[in-house]
């Protein structure tokens, strides 16, 4: 009796928690802002128990985001309400500088404890965003290997398919049968990572020679050679950048791959899962490069948002104040045309758009890797030929609107002759200014939206002036 | 002794397979120059038995990249050279202007063996860029199942989830044990996917009740239940946005989703490595978008990248024609005054930088789900306070520079008062736009350029030149 009571209990708090998943996402799986209202109502009542039953309803992805809806004040409150076994997750999932913040709230040993369950790759992450002190307590606090493990990924640089990759890999000898590869990875859960797609196939000096898909096992009979079934495998050696990692993943839509030391031994894997995400954060990096914007991340302090942008608008100031020169220089013909100064602008902001266009599609091509010496030459000749053929259509709606305000032909001509000049020279360093930054080993997207600013503005500007004093005076 | 022979003939030909591998890709797996130039020549020569060679040394997408560089002329050279079976894969890797163009060389009976090697989804994909005419044609050669797979594919809508899915998937009825499963798995090899990486359980509606991982089935005792060991599913509704798809597919780390009908029906599932594409196709559109390009896509026509380009310039000139509307106003002024005609562009050139710096950090934010109802006032005061902080110091400098400059401490008062005036403009259009035309249910990253660069230049203009008319004058 008291065990079917006992069930039926269980059952009525399974649905309630169904209810709160259902109130907590909207139907596309983003947090809905009633739950997170809920959460800061709990908090501000300072109901611990309530706190602790909305959180326990959510996925780790989703209590990430709460954190990043909520402010660092109403954070405070909650994390004591995590439960330690959901921990290891969450921290996981955060944005840096809210994980960093979370990090200080939480003590050493649940800490330590919460990143056991992870694996290798994902503990990594989280300990590097400790301070010194705090680093040295946690790793004292795990077993050696753990502590090892984690050290390990450490020790290879920021950005690269070492820090990406877990350590965690199922092998197989390259002399096994399917059936023993089968047996081989039912029994040996411990050293396996929690989730795994490909079977490594390795030869005595641990190299990769081939993997086959876990479905494809399944599907095999038990006496087949590894090696009949085997398919070649795509290596990543360990250095590599992880934005080249994710355009070998995306353009040979691996599931998993195995990365190499040099001399070709298989030291970890990397799953297309951690890949995703960085395709993300590497085209949201151009996106705001473009933009003049260096990325301060989800919940960034004022201080941050400031330190992200005010030194590029800094710089924009400076180039613009040379730009303008070419206005200085021609002040007479301004001040007994006072139209220029209304033309200038025009002008200046087409061949700004115009430039940016083309600096955009350059840095996406270069990107995913779609330009290169073989066809750099036709891309260049292709945005020019483009820009001519824009420039001719908005010289002449232009001409025309001039002629239509100021009924001065020779002031029309003077605009659709400059904004013609600056439309082809936007595209001309629209293309350009990535090329070079990318030879120069540097960045596209950062800085080229400054320089052809500048360019397409000077250009801009004089070829108006010049035109102006040379047709008009 | 012959046999010898063959042997020692067969692993020559494969070493000079593999030395073209290792031509034909740098270090990073980009296609390199070189071998794009002995492609041409062999082309050149007319050499179609060099051509197979050279192509056949390539994986489908690395083919698919070579397309891309090189021009129609060559492309129509090289097709019939491609091996008939590594026909469907290149074509699924295709960019679609490109694989429109290849389509019309292949006889329809190829292009229909061809597709009975791909997975439904892929299948439909190529069929869909098919001329009316052809289409029928290729698929009346197809077997009836495989045609009657692509039409259902291509009855959805273009970007939703049941676009992307395909149909084959991995089921197991509830009340089935492992070992049942794995054996089902191992002998109907027919109706599962070429590969998969889930085992959906389903209730005897087919509505989807959990799912387990094939490597955790590899790993359970054979008599366990599936429902002991299956996980809760992600259900991605067949006519959700690919986007969202996408969002859902990154937040939760999720390898494979089933599909599911309005009740409930699972009709198929969404792998990761289409999803992978998805992810770069977004954030590639919002970044074009805020470039205001339309995406014209890889190798487009000369016709083709004006027309993504040109209406927007011709936007900007008719707005920005409107903007200068403020200069007109107050020609009497920069007559008198030359010295604001030379500060217009720099106020202009900042107010936009710092707009655009907003906009895409709140473009960003609202595809990344980051930005919604429980944020929203947080974040516009937050960025309007930047903006305060970035005129004040931005006006400094200006105002010092103009006294260095003119000597006038007025117009540098008047043009540090309009810089600031601008700047916080800019901060409040830059976040305030995005989120309008979000609400609206319009793209926040299509139009709002122009919109941010209209207002930030009208107000520019017309603060200067308020402010001049008033302390000046």
């Keep these: 009796m008291s065990g079917e009571n006992d069930l039926s209990e269980e059952t009525r708090a399974d649905a309630a928690i169904e209810d709160l998943e259902d109130l907590a996402l909207d139907e596309d799986y983003a947090l809905t802002s009633e739950f997170v209202d809920m959460v800061i109502d709990a908090a501000d009542r300072g109901d611990g128990a309530r706190m602790a039953e909305l959180v326990s309803a959510l996925r780790p992805a989703d209590v990430a985001d709460l954190m990043g809806f909520l402010t660092a004040g109403y954070r405070e409150e909650i994390v004591p309400h995590i439960a330690p076994d959901a921990l290891a997750e969450i921290l996981s999932e955060l944005e840096t500088n809210i994980r960093e913040e979370v990090l200080e709230i939480v003590a ?31 790793l004292a606090a795990l077993p050696a290997h753990e502590r090892t493990a984690i050290e390990a990924s450490l020790a290879y640089e920021d950005e690269t398919a070492g820090r990406l990759m877990q350590r965690e890999v199922a092998l197989a000898p390259q002399f096994w049968t399917v059936g023993q590869a089968m047996d081989h990875l039912s029994r040996e859960s411990e050293a396996l990572p929690e989730l795994f797609f490909d079977l490594y196939v390795v030869d005595p000096a641990m190299r990769p020679v081939g993997a086959t898909p876990v479905s494809h096992l399944l599907r095999a009979r038990r006496e087949t050679p590894l090696t009949e079934i085997m398919e070649p495998v795509t290596e990543i050696p360990v250095d590599m950048d992880q934005e080249e990692v994710a355009y070998i993943f995306d353009k040979y839509h691996l599931i998993s791959a195995p990365v ?3 001399g070709g031994r298989l030291v970890g894997q990397i799953t297309v899962d951690d890949i995703v995400g960085v395709i993300q954060e590497e085209s949201e990096e151009d996106m705001l490069a473009l933009a003049n914007v260096s990325d301060a991340g989800r919940d960034a302090s004022m201080v941050g948002i400031v330190r992200s942008r005010l030194p590029w608008l800094v710089v924009n100031l400076v180039s613009e104040t040379v730009a303008v020169s070419a206005i200085a220089i021609f002040q007479d013909e301004v001040a007994k045309i006072v139209a220029l100064a209304v033309l200038l602008p025009i002008i200046s902001s087409l061949g700004n758009n115009a430039s940016v266009q083309t600096l955009a599609v350059a840095v996406r091509s270069l990107a995913s890797r779609e330009l290169n010496a073989s066809n750099t030459w036709r891309v260049v000749r292709r945005e020019v030929i483009a820009g001519l053929a824009n420039g001719l259509v908005l010289s002449g709606i232009m001409g025309a609107a001039v002629v239509g305000f100021y009924h001065d032909w020779k002031l029309a001509l003077t605009a659709g002759l400059a904004l013609m000049a600056d439309i082809i020279i936007a595209a001309v360093i629209g293309i350009t200014a990535p090329l070079a ?10 800085s080229s939206p400054i320089i052809v600013t500048f360019v397409t503005d000077f250009v801009g500007f004089f070829a108006l002036l010049a035109i102006a004093a040379g047709i008009l005076m």
């Design 108 to 138: 050493p040993a649940t800490l330590a404890k919460a990143l056991e369950a992870l694996d290798s790759d994902d503990a990594a992450d989280v300990v590097d965003d400790l301070d010194e002190a705090k680093r040295a307590s946690v």
């Design 437 to 446: 930054l990318e030879k120069l080993g540097r960045d596209p997207a950062v």
């Design 260 to 262: 190499i030391e040099p």
